[in-house]
Nanobody
Framework: QVQLVESGGGLVQVGGSLRLSCAAS????????MAWFRQAPGKEREFVGG????????SYADSVKGRFAVSRDRAKSSLSLSVNSLGPEGTAVFYC?????????????????WGQGTQVTVSS
């Protein structure tokens, strides 16, 4: 059973940065794609960025290009998200997700496994 556990959330000031991590277990992820989603209060969960496990190829939502970066450590089976230049609207729960298909999707319903989420709160 695939398990995903996020960490690294917290309180950050407007314009600040932080790094989120996701520890993955329960499978060999070579044929997987993994992604980060976020859900702001009162809004739908949306795709942020994803990575193909085998070659590290990434894909991002237009709204975060140049500010967020997804990476993975194959040896540690971990996924990371570097978040920079957070705006006042950046408060959200960030989720790690995995799909057993070697292609990143921007669609929430195409991911089979989810973590419990980590809260990021932006303060002004």
């Amino acid at each position: 059973q695939v398990q995903l556990v996020e960490s690294g959330g917290g309180l950050v000031q407007v314009g600040g940065s932080l790094r989120l991590s996701c520890a993955a277990s329960g499978a060999t992820f070579d044929n997987y794609a993994m992604a980060w989603f976020r859900q702001a209060p009162g809004k739908e969960r949306e795709f942020v960025g994803g990575i193909r496990w085998t070659d590290g190829r990434t894909s991002y939502a237009d709204s975060v290009k140049g500010r967020f970066a997804v990476s993975r450590d194959r040896a540690k089976s971990s996924l990371s998200l570097s978040v920079n230049s957070l705006g006042p609207e950046g408060t959200a729960v960030f989720y790690c997700a995995a799909r057993s298909y070697n292609r990143v999707s921007h669609l929430r319903e195409e991911y089979e496994y989810w973590g419990q989420g980590t809260q990021v709160t932006v303060s002004s």
